[in-house]
């Protein structure tokens, strides 16, 4: 759905309405938010947690009591605690995301890091190209660029999907240049 422009009649200026947050006003033509793949869900998280934990008792069973035992156990229990603190780091890490919005106006590009750190591109999206690169490191590397600005977008996409969102994208942008 493209979004209706507003303008400001009173002033006669043709631009669009904006608003408080710098942003153009009204619903967008397009957006889109991007995130890592998160294949290991809290309910998977706490099985994976217990069959681990599980595993890695089994071999001091045997020798509960006995000086071997208690040489196991540390070892066993770092394993699990390791195990246990990778896996919430790869949850912190999957906070990233980029949220891609679309007005007639202006293209706005948010990527907000898993530490809360922001990175904002704009762009007239009449401007912007979306490019596909082939590289020896990264399958379809995906690019915005305008003018004299490009932008990488979807990086922790798989290949396939960022050629998927390359065509949405410029199918988006078509439709806007009219």
Known sequence: MIA????????????PAVSDSGLPAGEPAY????WPHRSLTPRGFRRLMLIAGAGLAIPVIPFLGTPVGWA???F???????LWLFLRRNYRDARLHEELTIWPGQLHLVRREASGAEKVWRANPYWVRVEVHETPTVEHYLTLSAESDCIELGAFLTPEERLELAAELRRELAALKG
């Open 4 to 15: 209706q422009e507003t303008y400001d009649e009173a002033a006669g200026d043709p631009s």
């Open 31 to 34: 957006r889109v938010t991007l």
């Open 72 to 74: 196991l156990a540390p």
């Open 76 to 82: 066993a229990l770092a394993a699990l605690a390791l």
